[in-house]
């Protein structure tokens, strides 16, 4: 039998699973190791060991122990960093927070370490907490950024095919191709979406812009709405399913609407 080998990291709480009468596995995107599985025992009757950190979307520092990469860790301490007590207090703020760590989950990779992914979870999350006048909106930036981390980024700046650059005018966004396309090229995908030119600009802004700076960023109605239908369709391509917790935030927002 292979000994457990002992490790430490920094970590983001991505989701939790409760498992048999105490114990929990809970799912880390770490700042050395990429996401770690691992199980918490007796997390759901030791207070003292897991208080306020096995949370979704708190900040932690981990030790924890594994036979081999494959292998479900054994979570043996885990104490918060950072609980961003001031979204729990806000329902849309947990709604969005939930959903910057649910993306995340969906897109890294067990194992692999991604530097860029964890600091874009780290630091959006700060920003909600500090910023507050982000709404989902703001969240089209935070999903093109992460797509550039996991090696995704949409073309949004030229079409495609023919490589000419995005000006006035539609565009349509072609997921199969991970990209827009022009009028004069078109596209045979029916997932294609319609997309004008501003909503591209928008879009471009915000994923270079410093991050605390993308609270400024304004939308109309029409690039919300464009964005929004953008990155869910590319989104939803790439997984092959709707993420849960978007559904949720959008279905709270209706019923207060």
């Given at each position: 039998m292979n000994p457990r080998t002992p490790l430490k990291a920094e970590a983001f709480v991505l989701r939790t699973l409760d498992y048999g009468d105490s114990d929990r596995i809970v799912t880390f995107l770490t700042d050395?190791?990429?996401?770690?599985?691992?199980?918490?025992?007796?997390?759901r009757k030791s207070r003292k060991r897991f208080a306020n950190a096995l949370e979704p979307f708190s900040r932690v520092r981990i030790l924890f122990s594994r036979r081999s990469r494959d292998s479900l860790a054994l979570i043996e301490a885990s104490d918060p960093v950072d609980h961003h007590e001031a979204l729990?207090?806000?329902?849309?703020?947990?709604?969005?927070a939930s959903y910057v760590v649910d993306l995340a989950d969906h897109f890294s990779v067990e194992?692999?370490?991604?530097?860029?992914?964890?600091?874009?979870?780290?630091?959006?999350?700060?920003?909600?907490?500090?910023?507050?006048a982000l709404t989902e909106d703001h969240l089209r930036f935070y999903?093109?950024?992460?797509?550039?981390?996991s090696g995704f980024e949409p073309v949004l700046d030229r079409c495609t095919a023919c490589r000419c650059?995005?000006?006035?005018?539609?565009?349509?966004?072609?997921p199969r191709q991970g990209g827009i396309?022009?009028?004069?090229?078109?596209?045979?995908?029916?997932?294609?979406?319609?997309?004008?030119?501003?909503?591209?600009?928008t879009l471009l802004l915000g994923k270079d812009v410093e991050l605390e700076r993308i609270g400024r960023i304004s939308f109309t109605r029409q690039a919300a709405e464009e964005s929004r239908?953008?990155?869910?369709c590319f989104i939803r391509h790439l997984l092959g399913r709707e993420i849960k917790s978007l559904q949720v935030l959008r279905a709270v927002r209706r019923l207060e609407g």
């Open positions: 050395e190791f990429g996401k770690v599985r691992g199980i918490a025992k007796g997390a729990r207090g806000d329902l849309e703020k947990t709604l969005l194992g692999k370490r991604n530097d860029a992914l964890f600091g874009l979870v780290r630091d959006f999350l700060r920003l909600l907490d500090r910023e507050p999903e093109i950024r992460l797509l550039k981390a650059e995005a000006g006035s005018g539609t565009w349509r966004f072609d396309r022009c009028g004069a090229c078109g596209t045979g995908d029916p997932d294609a979406v319609a997309v004008t030119a501003g909503t591209l600009k239908v953008l990155t869910a």
